[in-house]
């Protein structure tokens, strides 16, 4: 067991993130200026065949009312409620969106691509995005 825990303990130094890939409230769609990024990150795993990256959605209340002012300070859905299921499926499609693109565009295997299940965030400072982790 103690190995086991040394194990994960290294992995974790191995743990590299980086800047996240923003998304427009309320958005899955990816445009040029995260292109240009992509671009970037597709570079980085094709020099380093070895290495997968791990997607990882975010998803706030902004994106269920983008563009009122009142998104700021909205609180987090309850657990379980129609809303709480549209932020998660919009993280999945944000994280699904961005695995396709660097899969088809760049030829990535999709199997170095892994999506994580989103997160939900709330608070003045969190931002719709998919944080990446190598």
Known sequence: ALAYVGIKVGEKVLQVTLPPVPFAPGSAGIDDKQKKYLERIATLLKNRPRTD???MP?????????GTGT????????????????????????A????????????????RLMISMTRLAA????????????
């Open 58 to 66: 975010v998803s706030t209340p902004q994106d269920l009312a983008p």
């Open 96 to 111: 699904e969106a961005l695995r396709d693109y660097l899969a088809r565009t760049w030829s990535i295997d999709r199997n």
């Open 53 to 55: 990256l791990q997607l």
């Open 123 to 134: 608070g003045a400072k969190e931002k719709p995005r998919v944080e990446l982790q190598l």
């Open 71 to 94: 998104e700021k300070t909205a609180a987090l859905p309850p657990r379980g409620s129609a809303r709480e299921k549209t932020l998660l499926a919009l993280g999945q499609q944000r």
